[in-house]
């Protein structure tokens, strides 16, 4: 594992927005894993500016979403298949078809999560999964737990993680109380992992995954143990390491 810490949110972003696109670099038909969320979108924003410099073209990229809520429709301005269309899908040229989200009006729930899962492996895996981090350690939408499941399922969130995402929905009744998330195991498909995070309500999350056991009770601890994984926070988000 290797960390680096940065100055800012806007080093951050340009750091992570650089290791995508060496990848997009190295391999042209590449499959980008991706997370929603505040901490990508200044990623988003410099991979949007080198597409339009011509450094990076998404003409040949796949990607696959870590996760979405459940359920919700695609035009809802808080799903996470509209969030990817505003902050990167809408701005490359990217072909839409082979953007890939978890479907949040999935009827048959067990199927399509093993359609996914199936799909990251027929798709050759994930070649960098861009990852952002809870509060309380979780990743995709795999909360603190005894036990976690691996591959892509249906979850319930937390309270913690309702309230932390009541301020973008209209009022707290409104969050979604479940969510489609890939497992560990999905993200653990990936050749290489980026963890993004920034800001003082990120450090006790990160010193927790980078200082404390190993324990499904932070779910970013296990990140630690992938063989090509890089942690990419700011001094904020890294000041109780
Ligand atoms: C989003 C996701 C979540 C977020 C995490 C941090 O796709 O999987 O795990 O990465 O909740 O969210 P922000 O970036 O808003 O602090």
Redo the contacts with the bound molecule.
Sequence with gaps: MKVIVVKNYDEMSKVAANHVADVMKAKPDCVLGL??????IGMYKNLIEMYKNGEIDFSKTTSV???EYYPITPDNDQS?RYFMNCNLFDHVNIDKAKTFVPDGQAKDVEAHCKAYEDRIDDLGGVDIQV????RNG????NEPDDELIKGTHLTALTQS?IE?NSRFFASEADVPKHAL?MGIESVFKARKVIVLASGAN?AEAIRAMLKGNISTKCPASLICLHPDAVIICDEAAYSLV
């Design positions: 997370a929603t969320g505040d901490t990508p979403n870590l996760d996470y990852l952002g981090i809870g979780h990743i995709g939408f993680t932390a998330t990120k």
